[in-house]
DNA sequence: TTATTATATTGCAATATTACGATATATAAA
DNA sequence: TTTATATATCGTAATATTGCAATATAATAA
């Protein structure tokens, strides 16, 4: 037990959900936000811009970055982190996608 | 350790973190569109719907809720669940911003 | 009142997440 | 080569999540 049971669900649900965790935590929303406002992304200003240790900086980056929600490349001694647009492009989808059939339907049944 | 620092972030960061957290379990992303996709909507039929123990189920509609998701209202015997609609503007509204302030923006230095 | 039915709560085992110190790695500068 | 700088990985403690059997609760039916 304590075993996600992914192999119930279909694999976009899997998808969305693991994008959605990946977005679960206000460390990893904050990174995200930051990526977005700054021009240069590297690594040493998020753990500067955040409270948080180095390491764990380091492992919030990774887990967004395995989601898809973030790509990393190499720079010199440092690396540019930013912003993976198709995997935002994914959840803005989705999200919206819901809105319009929740618009459609007359969800008034509570 | 083990425990987010919630108090070193925003509360607009924390609370899309809280609902994006929820919607983090390809269970409740199942839930979320058996109740989009049904008129009636009731947990019972929830339980029938997805390969889980009514009590996990209970567990995952009682988070979806507290998160502010969905909502639930006594009819009868059973409860009538359905999505809260005011959540997931608030999802949409936030992806939309997000997508739209990349697209402004030339993510380009990757 | 006594079933019956529907959902919630409790308790617990298995597993995952969060955070960070210590350390490793890898590039650039001296 | 040695040193400095930037980021990743390892190991580990504290805490959270997942899933379910057992049980509780609460409304209706008999």
Same mark, same amino acid.
Do not use: W
């Given at each position: ?39 240069? %992304? =590297? ?12 390491? *764990? +900086? @380091?492992?919030? &980056? ?19 982190? %930013? =912003? ?12 919206? *996608? +819901? @809105?319009?059939? &929740? ?8």
């Amino acid at each position: 037990m304590g075993l996600t049971k992914t192999e119930y669900f279909t694999d976009k649900q899997n998808a969305i959900a693991t994008m959605a965790k990946a977005l679960g935590h206000p460390a990893r929303i904050a990174i995200l936000e930051y990526l977005l406002k700054v021009d240069t %992304c =590297i690594c040493g200003d998020i753990v500067n811009e955040l409270p948080l240790a180095q390491p *764990t +900086i @380091s492992q919030h &980056l990774k887990e967004l970055k395995s989601a898809g929600l973030i790509k990393g490349s190499i720079e010199g001694t440092s690396i540019c982190y %930013c =912003i993976d647009e198709k995997g935002l492009e994914k959840m803005q989808n989705y999200f919206a *996608t +819901i @809105s319009l059939k &929740l618009n459609k339907k007359n969800n008034k049944c509570c």
